[in-house]
């Protein structure tokens, strides 16, 4: 399956409560992002990791934080302070310098109860 | 940032006839074109793709075009079948990020 996991497959949450999704590669690839998909969307971007200790906020950051302390994770937080958490999120990555196809994992479902 | 734009955003045609769907982009550097199938609840999956040095790329019943004076680029889908229904999604490359198109939710009817 592309050798790119996402745990768990679905996750719920009260409000007011951080969660935290976990994004694991072992393709080798430098660059990894995260994305948030509503019902009948398209994907929006939110953070994304050209390299290990360093991402940049995509168009929809507010309310979520990252970290990339290692090549192979990406976690995303979602915060309290994300208005309306609940939503498929999609990790990926992509080889710099190879073909630039992005590989996905099999996205985590966030609801908030 | 880049402007993505993907049409039409539903699309239903029946078994056996051909499907197009078009993505314009904004950022003239862009350089690698893909289109992704998203089935009900998986991941996306790339299907097809072309750079900016080949104006066409065809493999079986799946064609990319693309037109980079015009900044847009198109799928063709022919002799459609039922598993052929999903989410189609450009992914134009833009710079350091892969915005993607808002999709076209593609019904084959049979």
């Known amino acids: ?113 | 940032g880049e402007n993505v734009e993907q049409h039409p955003s539903t699309l239903s045609v029946q078994e056996g006839d051909s499907a197009v769907i078009k993505c314009t982009y904004s950022d003239s550097a862009s350089n690698y074109f893909p289109w992704y199938k998203q089935e009900l609840g998986k991941r996306p999956q790339l299907i097809i793709d072309i750079r900016s040095n080949v104006g066409e790329k065809k493999d079986q019943r799946i064609a990319v075009t693309l037109n980079k004076t015009a900044k847009h680029f198109s799928l063709h889908i022919t002799e459609t079948q039922p598993e052929d229904s999903a989410v189609y999604f450009c992914a134009p490359r833009s710079a350091r990020q892969l915005p993607f198109g808002s999709g076209t939710q593609l019904t084959v009817l049979p």
């Open chain 1, 1 to 113: 399956d592309g050798g790119i996991t996402q745990s768990p497959k679905y996750l719920f949450r009260k409000e007011g409560q951080n969660v935290t999704l976990s994004c694991e590669q072992n393709l080798n690839h430098d660059a990894m992002y995260w994305y948030r998909q509503d019902p009948g969307q398209g994907l929006r971007l939110i953070y994304y990791s050209q390299i290990v200790n360093d991402f940049q906020k995509g168009d929809i950051a507010e309310g979520y934080s990252v970290s990339r302390e290692k090549k192979e994770s990406f976690p995303l937080t979602v915060t309290s302070a994300q208005k309306n958490p609940t939503a498929f999120y999609l990790c990926a990555s992509v080889r710099t310098g190879g073909s630039d196809e992005q590989f996905f994992g099999p996205g985590t479902r966030l609801t908030v109860l």
